[in-house]
T-cell receptor
Framework: QKEVEQNSGPLSVPEGAIASLNCTYS??????FFWYRQYSGKSPELIMS????GDKEDGRFTAQLNKASQYVSLLIRDSQPSDSATYLC??????????FGTGTRLLVSP | SAVISQKPSRDICQRGTSLTIQCQVD?????MFWYRQQPGQSLTLIAT?????????ESGFVIDKFPISRPNLTFSTLTVSNMSPEDSSIYLC????????????FGEGSWLTVV
């Protein structure tokens, strides 16, 4: 059973702080990793993708991947109340099929 | 990125009936998928929609319950058959755009409530 694990939260951070979201996966052969943001009542929206070990930055978002530790994370700098959502970690386990974690709910307080 | 449109966006269905969800992509895509998100849960892959042939279903999902068609590169349908309250979910169409590597995009979802 290929699994993706996330802390369900909620993760509460004050406005302007760094939010750190974590994800572990069980399939060592996984090659691509994604973070989706899902607002209540909406469908998932792609935030970041990462394929290689290390960091990938896009604006306020940084994805980090460590394949040896089977760990992927998402950092959100200068968190805003509009970042309050559920963040889903997804792992491509082959044939472009995504296995999703249960999501971490992020709450950014003004 | 590809724009993925789903119809209906929301529906309330009677127990025992069937409903077909349509998914239209605005560009040719390499692969299309159907996911389900039950209330309070994460997304689960139902099947891969194959153009011109039978869909490939994941464990726990069967063709009789979730028949899928994909007559061309940009269109697919998912039918939820003989619905029960347990089928109340968001059903999401997703696709991989040809030029985007293996990035998977989602439609806005079809929110079904079975009463």
């Amino acid at each position: 059973q290929k699994e993706v694990e996330q802390n369900s939260g909620p993760l509460s951070v004050p406005e302007g702080a760094i939010a750190s979201l974590n994800c572990t996966y069980s399939d060592r052969g996984s090659q691509s990793f994604f973070w989706y943001r899902q607002y209540s009542g909406k469908s998932p929206e792609l935030i970041m993708s990462i394929y290689s070990n290390g960091d990938k930055e896009d604006g306020r978002f940084t994805a980090q991947l460590n394949k040896a530790s089977q760990y992927v994370s998402l950092l959100i700098r200068d968190s805003q109340p509009s970042d309050s959502a559920t963040y889903l970690c997804a792992v491509n386990t082959g044939f472009q099929k995504l296995v999703f974690g249960t999501g971490t709910r992020l709450l950014v307080s003004p | 990125s590809a724009v993925i449109s789903q119809k209906p966006s929301r529906d309330i269905c009677q127990r025992g009936t069937s409903l077909t969800i349509q998914c239209q992509v605005d560009s040719q895509v390499t692969m299309m998928f159907w996911y389900r998100q039950q209330p309070g849960q994460s997304l689960t892959l139902i099947a891969t929609a194959n153009q011109g042939s039978e869909a490939t279903y994941e464990s726990g999902f069967v063709i009789d319950k979730f028949p899928i068609s994909r007559p061309n590169l940009t269109f697919s349908t998912l039918t939820v058959s003989n619905m029960s309250p347990e089928d109340s979910s968001i059903y999401l169409c997703s696709a991989i755009e040809g030029g985007s590597g293996n990035t998977i995009y989602f439609g806005e979802g079809s929110w079904l409530t079975v009463v």
